[in-house]
């Protein structure tokens, strides 16, 4: 079982979650972050940290956002690992509210 980032992180890239992950599973993207499948240990930690509800156990991803767990190996296999939160992006609230946000997308 892995969890996975969700389309809600994507303009947003808050790093709460990065600063709970016993495991360093998260990578980080020119506008959003993943998990790596394989390096999740299941924890949970990181879901209840996200301000804006990307994260998803695999086995309760929303309607819609299903490809993200694709996503999410395919991108941290080319992404570089992130350990330690960050500033998040300047506009990142402007961008919370946002629905349908896989086109922005940057990889």
């Given at each position: 079982m892995t969890f996975l980032v969700g389309e809600s992180c994507i303009k947003c890239k808050l790093t709460d979650?990065?600063?709970?992950?016993?495991v360093d599973c998260f990578y980080e993207g020119p506008n959003m972050l993943v998990?790596?499948?394989?390096?999740?240990?299941?924890?949970?930690?990181?879901?209840?940290?996200?301000?804006v509800d990307a994260i998803f156990s695999e086995d309760e991803i929303p309607d819609g956002q299903?490809?993200?767990?694709?996503?999410?190996?395919?991108?941290?296999?080319?992404?570089?690992?992130?350990?330690?939160m960050k500033a998040p992006p300047e506009d990142e609230a402007d961008?919370?509210?946002v629905p349908d946000k896989r086109r922005y997308l940057e990889r």
């Open positions: 979650c990065v600063e709970v992950c016993p998990i790596h499948p394989d390096e999740c240990i299941d924890c949970a930690l990181c879901e209840p940290e996200c301000p299903e490809e993200f767990l694709e996503l999410n190996a395919e991108l941290a296999e080319t992404w570089p690992n992130i350990t330690e961008w919370r509210e």
